[in-house]
């Protein structure tokens, strides 16, 4: 089944050749997919999210990514810095999560240490 009204996670589409690009492409323009085994194509209304960690306009200038899929996906970027730049977040993001698990299953532990 594919995602006919629904929302696409393309996770590493900076990983993408360029040949494969072509795909997501077509339903960014064409609103049309091909699921694997089919024969012909399926019109879809879907809304599309991707993720990289790739530099996408470095990609872009130095031929590893098409132009047309990247202003297709780049209607409203969200940049976000990787977590080795933001190291207090690691303690308060641990804390978070493990009161959260201790609490749903039931486990006392009151915090980690972080070796940062």
């Known amino acids: 089944m594919f995602a006919i009204r629904g929302t696409i996670f393309l996770d590493e589409i900076g990983e993408l050749s360029v040949a494969a690009q072509a795909k997501p492409l077509r339903v960014l323009q064409e609103k049309q997919a091909q699921p694997l085994g089919s024969s012909g194509a399926i019109n879809v209304d879907v809304r599309i999210i991707a993720a990289t960690n790739k530099n996408l306009e470095q990609n872009l200038w130095l031929g590893l990514f ?3 899929l990247f202003y297709g ?31 749903e299953l039931n486990k006392p532990v009151k915090n980690v240490r972080c070796g940062l």
């Open 73 to 103: 996906l780049n209607v409203f970027p969200i940049y976000l810095p990787p977590l080795r730049e933001h190291k207090g977040d690691i303690e308060i993001l641990a804390d978070y999560f493990v009161a959260k698990y201790s609490t």
């Open 66 to 68: 098409r132009s047309d």
